[in-house]
């Protein structure tokens, strides 16, 4: 029997056979997606799953695979399998969403092999949390253009959860989107929204995913950010993947992942069960990551002029190097004896061709933009300054015109 991929995308899922994509459906249950593969030519089904999937959902799948005589031979997990398909020396740190939960995987590649290493997972932030906050904006948008709330209504809310995937298509597409729900009296309700009102509707969501890239970074030395491109689409996705431009960061082809699955060769299980393969051997590439590499709009660079720590400011076009620390007299950021976790001499503001930078030099560490300065790293207006633990925060902000040059 010939190998199928199925890969399961939260409420969608994708089919291949033979290495190739046949068909993407969204949105999609278990319970109706099912009956539609049993109507294809009989295949060992290889299933990739996201890994915050949890054991219960695996044994509900299988379950109801058994009743529509489907044959599930293996489960994989998405993010090495992924890696592999891609085939990524170095590993990669792939962005998952679900219906419940942010999720940031690392993925190495050591001796040939690709598994997964560390997870990382954020609550409550999933398809299902972006979904009310959209729900929530248009109704607001409906109410003060009419007094209409399709949310106190359950038949009309659901037609707003209906319009949302058009909306987020439109906007893709546009950068705005019509939504249009009826009233109980048959009249139609329609609001314009732009890209811009749906992302910082959800700012906070996609801060929360920036925190968890930011700290897997931290642990490992990977520089390769993997996301689908169904999330990537997402209003604010794109803009909160501007901060890594450092990395390299790929769309991923929704389906890809079910195309390399669809080419593996079912695993026996001595035990008689299906099994979950969380390693991945290297392998011919199906798709060249380079073509993948997302342009990201480089940011401009404006040069600090001053510091900002509570109510005090610190000219920096003086006072340059500038010492921070617990004892580095009046020349310097004398900060108060007593900090948790501040060093006498912590760090260093200098200035290096014409941009400056900080140069951390406490065991306790330096961190910026909450990332952890490795050695040191180049300052720009709007960023922060984290010395201690809880520590103490510096604002760097630019007074006047200041010079600036796009930021790489």
């Known amino acids: 029997?010939?190998?199928?991929?199925?890969?399961?995308?939260?409420?969608?899922?994708?089919?291949?056979?033979?290495?190739?994509?046949?068909?993407?459906?969204?949105?999609?249950?278990?319970?109706?997606?099912?009956?539609?593969?049993?109507?294809?030519?009989?295949?060992?089904?290889?299933?990739v799953v996201p890994s915050s999937y949890p054991p219960s959902q695996l044994s509900q799948l299988l379950t109801v695979a058994a009743a529509q005589g489907l044959d599930i031979v293996a489960f994989h997990d998405a993010a090495p399998l992924l890696n592999a398909a891609l085939d990524i020396p170095d590993g990669s740190l792939m962005v998952e969403l679900t219906e419940h939960h942010l999720c940031v995987v690392e993925v190495v590649a050591d001796a040939g092999e690709n598994r997964r290493r560390r997870v990382l997972q954020q609550p409550n932030a999933g398809y299902r949390e972006l979904r009310r906050r959209w729900s929530e904006l248009v109704a607001e948008a409906m109410v003060l253009k009419s007094r209409f709330d399709p949310l106190h209504d359950s038949t009309s809310e659901q037609r707003l959860l209906d319009s949302?995937?058009?909306?987020?298509?439109?906007?893709?597409?546009?950068?705005?989107?019509?939504i249009s729900i009826d009233k109980a009296t048959g009249e139609p309700c329609s609001v314009t929204l732009t890209r811009d009102q749906f992302a910082i509707s959800v700012a906070d969501i996609w801060r929360q995913l920036g925190a968890l890239l930011r700290e897997q970074r931290l642990m490992t030395s990977v520089k390769t950010i993997l996301v689908d491109e169904r999330d990537a689409a997402l209003p604010g996705m794109r803009e909160m993947l501007a901060d890594f431009s450092a990395c390299r960061v790929?769309?991923?082809?929704?389906?890809?992942?079910?195309?390399?699955?669809?080419?593996?060769?079912?695993?026996?299980?001595?035990?008689?069960?299906?099994?979950?393969?969380?390693?991945?051997?290297?392998?011919?590439?199906?798709?060249?990551?380079?073509?993948?590499?997302?342009?990201?709009?480089?940011?401009?660079?404006?040069?600090?002029?001053?510091?900002?720590?509570?109510?005090?400011?610190?000219?920096?076009?003086?006072a340059i190097p500038l010492l921070v620390g617990r004892a580095v007299g009046d020349a310097g950021l004398q900060l108060a004896d007593g900090l948790a976790g501040v060093s006498r001499l912590h760090c260093a503001i200098l200035e290096r061709e014409g941009e400056l930078c900080v140069v951390n030099?406490?065991?306790?560490?330096?961190?910026?933009?909450?990332?952890?300065?490795r050695g040191s790293a180049r300052l720009s207006a709007g960023d922060r300054l984290r010395v201690g633990e809880p520590g103490v925060e510096i604002n760097l902000i630019a007074v006047g015109s200041g010079n600036g040059a796009p930021q790489g």
């Not at 056979?17 to 009989?42: A, N």
């Not at 798709?287 to 400011?313: C, F, G, M, N, Q």
């Not at 030099?361 to 300065?373: A, C, I, M």
């Open 1 to 47: 029997m010939k190998s199928a991929g199925l890969q399961l995308l939260d409420s969608a899922f994708a089919v291949a056979r033979d290495g190739e994509l046949l068909s993407v459906h969204t949105p999609s249950r278990i319970e109706s997606f099912l009956p539609e593969l049993s109507t294809l030519p009989p295949a060992a089904w290889h299933v």
């Open 164 to 178: 949302l995937p058009q909306a987020l298509g439109d906007i893709a597409a546009v950068g705005r989107a019509e």
């Open 250 to 318: 790929a769309v991923c082809p929704t389906g890809l992942a079910a195309r390399h699955a669809s080419l593996q060769a079912a695993v026996a299980d001595s035990s008689g069960g299906v099994p979950l393969r969380r390693g991945h051997s290297r392998v011919t590439a199906l798709e060249s990551i380079d073509a993948l590499v997302l342009p990201l709009a480089k940011r401009h660079y404006r040069k600090p002029t001053h510091l900002l720590i509570d109510t005090r400011t610190v000219d920096l076009t003086a």
């Open 361 to 373: 030099h406490s065991r306790y560490g330096t961190w910026l933009n909450d990332e952890l300065v």
